[in-house]
């Protein structure tokens, strides 16, 4: 699943060719980890809150600014927990 994201994430954010895919898979892998942890349980393939934040988690670490990303997210990721907490 993360492999597949890869060219997605590319596309979406304009990442250059010459940036190695080993790196924006382990940007992948982090950002899972951070979101497993953050709202454990939730599906990335089903659960498009979980990939959006997860796309947007690799362009800020690929920009280094990954400190930015959990400020700038923050009411989005407390919204999201909230939502798998309170049954729909």
Same mark, same amino acid.
């Given at each position: 699943?993360?492999? *597949?994201m890869?060219?997605?994430? =590319?596309?979406? +954010?304009?990442?250059?060719?010459? +940036?190695?895919?080993?790196?924006?898979? =382990?940007?992948? !892998?982090?950002? !899972? %980890? /951070? #979101?497993?942890?953050?709202?454990?349980? /939730? @599906?990335? *393939?089903?659960?498009?809150? +979980? /990939?959006?934040? #997860? !796309?947007?988690?690799?362009?800020?670490?690929? @920009? %280094? !600014?990954t400190?930015?990303?959990?400020? @700038?997210?923050?009411?989005?990721?407390?919204?999201?927990?909230?939502?798998?907490?309170?049954?729909?």
């Amino acid at each position: 699943m993360l492999e *597949e994201m890869i060219e997605e994430v =590319r596309q979406e +954010f304009q990442i250059p060719p010459y +940036f190695p895919d080993e790196s924006l898979l =382990r940007y992948l !892998k982090e950002g !899972k %980890h /951070r #979101l497993d942890t953050l709202n454990p349980g /939730r @599906n990335l *393939e089903t659960d498009d809150t +979980f /990939r959006s934040l #997860l !796309k947007n988690y690799v362009y800020y670490a690929y @920009n %280094h !600014k990954t400190y930015e990303w959990e400020q @700038n997210y923050a009411a989005i990721i407390l919204s999201w927990q909230l939502e798998s907490e309170v049954p729909s």
